[in-house]
């Protein structure tokens, strides 16, 4: 399995709705557009909620995968 990289990362895996995407807006805020941020998130909510409302913000979503350890990592380009 391809390993996923981005320019920062962010690590949300023991934070809870609606602090996950608190979190991941204040990651995006910080970068530059076309700058990638690699998440790391655990359950169905975030798993869920993150892309969707990224990609309503004007995010994209580069890939999304399940690792073994029950983590969901997912690539946004910062729109």
């Known amino acids: 399995m391809q390993e996923l990289n981005g320019d920062r990362s962010l690590d949300i895996t023991t934070d809870t709705c609606p602090m996950t995407f608190v979190r991941t807006r204040l990651a ?21 909620n993150v892309p969707r409302t990224a990609t309503e913000q004007g995010h994209t979503v580069l890939a999304q995968r399940d690792t073994a350890d029950g983590i969901t990592e997912l690539l946004l380009r910062k729109g």
């Open 28 to 48: 995006l805020d910080r970068m530059k557009s076309g700058e990638t941020l690699l998440i790391r998130m655990r359950g169905e909510e975030p798993t869920r």
